[in-house]
């Protein structure tokens, strides 16, 4: 199947993404978004969002006249639907007394009934947009039949989960391997023909469903193992352990490899995508949904930290050093940073946050646009996101800038030889060692 111009429904961290480089690869692209200030700021030639590279791969884009930004879909060969799908903070589902998460599909909905006045056969409409299994099938095929024409056979359409990393999203988006799912063979064949535009990995295809189950597989795995490490890290406080340490030596062992504990599990995928599958089968994934409720309470765990570290947090004034979900990204989305801050704050603690990849303020959290200001008048310093800029800090630089000596870490960034030589003292995660 051949295309000229394609459209991709939504522009944030992967559809922005994936619209500059089909644009840079020679397709006609029309980028859609329903947020007036988004599109305000494209049409700048200016980005909304960090990831780096993205900004010069937009102004190649821009430049070539092949990407086009709108705010609704025009008649395309191909239709991308590149929307978020978070979950309700306000709905949950219920099993056996045990509430779970429900996926909010509503852009996505609406991302699909946008497509369908323009839809014309022959088309391709390809789902990227993480989803619970079956969305294309019985999400999206009724909606788009009622523009008359017959998903795999008047039109071709298909799932292709993302799977890039924020930081090194344009790379991943061309080197990685690419799962295709068609609704029909020939609708899975008309998506590789498509991402074999730009995409140098291997493409697999497959059917649709498998294709939606295999991308929350790969999180929820990711999800679980993370979980038994941040349960080690308890552990290790309760019997007295480093727990870095037994980690480190527990990973010697061939087949073992366990990942490192923290503050807790954030971004829009690992801390979203297994509720997806236990709203879709509660009695089948008990193993998932405890691995779930681990993390997400695991913020509860670090205030106790902090708390450990300083008493009484009501009035203390505290440093919160990042905010994002992830080192070196700007990306807030679920973010157990922000949730940390949230908790102390309710506490009574004095919260200054410092993130350097995003210093506009963030609801509820006031946000300060440098270290100095954050650290300047602290009773402690609570490390929550390992930026290289914080790993790279030293007791002399923090000294100068803080008159306190207590720190918290919650990444075992800091190496605690160094900064107790210094006259710090400093509370890690997950170690119950004096």
Known sequence: MK?????VLGLGYIGLPTAST??????????????????????????????????????AALKTGNLTINES??????FIIAVPTPFYNDKFGEHKDQKYKLADMRAVTSATQAIVPVLRKGNLVVLESTSPPRTTIDLLIPIL??????????????????????????????ENARVIGGVTSESAEAGRDLYAIFVKGQIVITDATTAEMVKLMENTYRDINIAIANEFSRLAERFGVDAWEAIKIASLHPRVKILNPGPGVGGHCISVDPWFLVESAPDLSTLISAARRVNDSQPHFALELVRKAIGDLHG???????????????????????EVVHLLQEEGAIVKAFEPFRLEGLPGI???????????????????????QFVALSPKDLAKKSPTRLLVDMRNAWNPAQWQAAGFKLFRLGVGKN
């Not at 006609?28 to 791969?57: C, F, M, S």
């Not at 879909?73 to 191909?78: K, S």
């Not at 505290?318 to 922000?338: T, Y």
């Not at 300047?376 to 390992?386: F, W, Y």
């Open 3 to 7: 295309f000229n111009k394609i459209c």
């Open 22 to 59: 089909f644009a840079t690869h020679g397709l006609r692209v029309v980028g859609v978004d329903v947020n007036p200030l988004v599109l305000a700021t494209l049409r700048k030639g200016e980005i909304h969002i960090h990831e780096p590279g993205l900004h010069a791969a937009l102004e």
């Open 73 to 78: 879909p025009v008649e395309a060969d191909a």
């Open 145 to 174: 039949e009622k523009s008359g024409l017959k998903a795999g056979v008047d039109f071709q359409l298909a799932y292709s989960p993302e799977r890039v990393l924020p930081g090194q999203i344009l790379r991943e988006l061309i």
């Open 316 to 338: 203390r004034k505290i440093a919160a050093l990042g905010l994002a979900f992830k080192p070196d990204v700007d990306d807030l989305r679920e973010s157990p940073a922000a």
């Open 366 to 388: 006031t946000c300060v646009n440098t270290l100095e200001e954050a650290v300047r008048d602290a009773d402690c310093i609570v490390l929550l996101v390992h930026h290289a």
